[in-house]
């Protein structure tokens, strides 16, 4: 099992722009979910899903939208870049109570 | 609101010492703990995890961590710290939610000197 991946690795991006973080899972595990990570704020819930067409909200869900069309994948989509999304994201799934992280994206904005 | 707080964002040990990291919870019901570890430019690798059963858990590298309900405590220890040991360490509670968030304290720093 390849686990959870994500791409990019890094990206930099300008204000205004748009674009799609890429997370996958091999486990099938129905659980996924986006955080992002800043200094001294540990991680934070942006969005997740339950299982394919279930997505919801997390607790920082504003300028992010995301999709589930299969159990495998969960992109995230920054809809209009801001310095403020400036962060390192990371995609996890879940089985049972663990949840297992990808090794994230770190996402300059400018 | 539920939070998680490590105390210590910086904890500096040297090699050989007992490393003592301290995670509390707000809540008095006994959820889900979890201690991750990130190394440089990582992702988190989860330690150890507790949910049911015996409080002291044992995790991967040598850690353990004691379920402390009445005191609301989760602190994470290691008889003898090695060089490899430095990293970030951030404790985590799945509060049993439907949506399974995990709330994250602020992370600690961990630094070993030879």
């Known amino acids: 099992n390849a686990g959870v991946t994500q791409t990019p690795k890094f990206q930099v991006l300008k204000t205004g722009q748009s674009m799609t973080l890429q997370c996958a899972q091999d486990?099938?595990?129905?659980?996924m979910s986006w955080y992002r990570q800043d200094p001294g704020m540990g991680l934070r819930l942006i969005h997740y899903s339950v299982g394919a067409g279930i997505t919801d909200q997390g607790e920082v869900p504003n300028g992010y939208n995301v999709s589930r069309s299969t159990t495998e994948d969960f992109p995230l989509r920054l809809l209009s870049a801001a310095p403020s999304q400036t962060s390192v994201y990371f995609c996890?799934?879940?089985?049972?109570?663990?949840?297992?992280f990808g090794p994230g994206t770190r996402l300059l904005v400018l | 609101a539920q939070s998680v707080t490590q105390l210590g964002s910086h904890v500096s040990v040297s090699e050989g010492a007992l490393v003592l990291l301290r995670c509390n919870y707000s809540s008095s019901v006994p959820p889900y703990l979890f201690w991750y570890v990130q190394y440089p430019n990582q992702g988190l690798q989860l330690l150890l995890k507790?949910?049911?059963?015996?409080?002291l858990v044992k995790g991967i590298n040598g850690f353990e961590a004691e379920f402390k309900k009445s005191e609301t405590s989760f602190h994470l220890t290691k008889p003898s710290a090695h060089m490899s040991d430095a990293a970030e360490y951030f404790c985590a509670v799945d509060w049993g939610t439907s949506y399974g968030k995990l709330t994250f304290g602020q992370g600690t720093i961990l630094t070993v000197h030879p």
């Open positions: 996890a799934s879940k089985f049972e109570e663990t949840q297992y």
């Open positions: 507790y949910t049911t059963g015996a409080t």
């Open positions: 486990m099938n595990h129905e659980y």
